[in-house]
């Protein structure tokens, strides 16, 4: 379980950084609280806890970007509109 919830946090960084320039440290910082986060979930180096999945997955809801498609194999959380998806 742990490799696929790991699958789902890079597939969203992936995309999220390639459609908006972001930094890897920049949105690691704002999605996972840690200017290091999203290297260390790549790497394997973080032990981390389905809440901290669920705010980050929470976090990408909030502030997907407009006409960017969710990657298709990863759940977006329930409550997300389909205007604010759109």
Known sequence: METTLTKH???????????????????????????????????????????????ALGWFADNWPNGLDWPADVPRPCGVTEEKAA
């Open 9 to 55: 946090l890079v597939a969203l960084a992936d995309a999220y950084m390639a459609a908006t320039g972001m930094s890897s440290a920049t949105l690691s910082e704002r999605a996972g609280g840690d200017w290091q986060f999203f290297d260390k979930v790549r790497d394997g180096r973080l032990n981390w806890r389905i809440r901290t999945y669920d705010r």
